[in-house]
């Protein structure tokens, strides 16, 4: 049974950091695409980073060139990097894996606000 559990959101000011991480269990890791997802009350889920077995990463606009996206393989575990936070990154963000089937974490709360 896999399971994903994030961890690492919180409290942070406009323009600070954050790093989340997302540990995965009850599969083999590396075969697993691995993505991370945010939602905003009264927001649809959307797609926010994303990096395959071999490290292949995308990022959508809104985070491009704030968010960097990276797995450790030995670990188990996939982490994402927000620097330069806005107001508009607060959502709860989820970790996604994607091999036999789709799953998801609970997730993590950032709250972006002064």
């Known amino acids: 049974q896999v399971q994903l559990m994030e961890s690492g959101g919180g409290l942070v000011q406009p323009g600070g950091s954050l790093r989340l991480s997302c540990a995965a269990s009850g599969g083999i890791f590396r075969l697993y695409n691995m993505a991370w997802y945010r939602q905003a009350p009264g927001n649809q889920r959307e797609w926010v980073a994303f990096i395959g077995r071999s490290g292949t990463t995308n990022y959508a606009d809104s985070v491009k060139g704030r968010f960097t996206i990276s797995r450790d393989n030995a670990q188990n575990t996939v982490y994402l990097q927000m620097n330069g936070l806005k107001v508009e990154d607060t959502a709860v963000y989820y970790c996604?894996?994607?091999?036999?089937?789709?799953?998801w974490g609970q997730g993590t709360q950032v709250t972006v606000s002064s």
């Open positions: 996604n894996g994607n091999y036999d089937k789709v799953y």
